[in-house]
């Protein structure tokens, strides 16, 4: 049975930290410390895409992006102002699902000064991808428990079946779906 969508979106071919990142970032492993923090001047370049991440781990949502979320009224959603991009805003998702943990997951490079793996990859598309999901998710946002990449690492996004066909027929630009099963 399918309950939910990976929502996956392209690489913004950009960084939110300036090249002067001191205090920022670790100064061993180079990973984002500063997990509030927005830089003024950053502005997305891909601007006919709906939703992009940045290299370092941020979520950029557009406008209608954040239109949509707000007419559906979905909870637990977070839009930032970009300073220097009053229409883009950095996404936040509080809905928290909880991601399964496989032998095929894997957490490599651990950093012994801020405590964190650089690396976390490696997850089964489609069934027993979310451990505790055996219904289909209700009409909004999640992101999985835990955070995956390589060096800054984010939270993946997932929808429920019925966010994505409304995702889909309004037609927002950049996002792609994979199934999740149950
Ligand atoms: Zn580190």
């Known amino acids: 049975m399918n309950v939910a969508y990976y929502l996956s979106c392209s690489d913004d071919d950009s960084y939110m930290l300036p090249k002067k990142s001191d205090g920022l970032v670790c100064s061993k492993c180079g990973a984002v410390t500063a997990k509030d923090y927005l830089n003024p001047r950053f ?18 949502a557009s406008e209608r992006f954040r239109l ?29 699902v909880r991601f399964n943990l496989t032998t095929r997951t894997s957490s490599t490079e651990f950093c012994e000064l801020c405590q964190r793996h650089r690396s976390v990859g490696g997850f089964p598309y489609g069934k027993k991808f979310l451990a505790d999901t055996k ?22 996004l997932i929808v429920g079946p019925e966010t994505k066909n409304k995702i889909v027929a309004r037609k927002l630009h950049g996002l792609c779906f994979d199934e999740i099963l149950a």
């Open 43 to 60: 502005k997305p370049k891909k601007r006919k895409l709906d939703l992009v991440n940045t290299y370092d781990g941020y979520y950029i």
């Open 68 to 96: 949509f979320c707000e007419e559906s009224d979905y909870s637990g959603l977070e839009f930032v102002q970009l300073p220097a991009s009053p229409s883009y805003f950095w996404f936040k998702v509080q809905n928290i």
């Open 135 to 156: 219904e289909p998710l209700a009409d909004g946002f999640y992101r999985t428990d835990i955070e995956m990449g390589y060096r800054d690492l984010s939270p993946l």
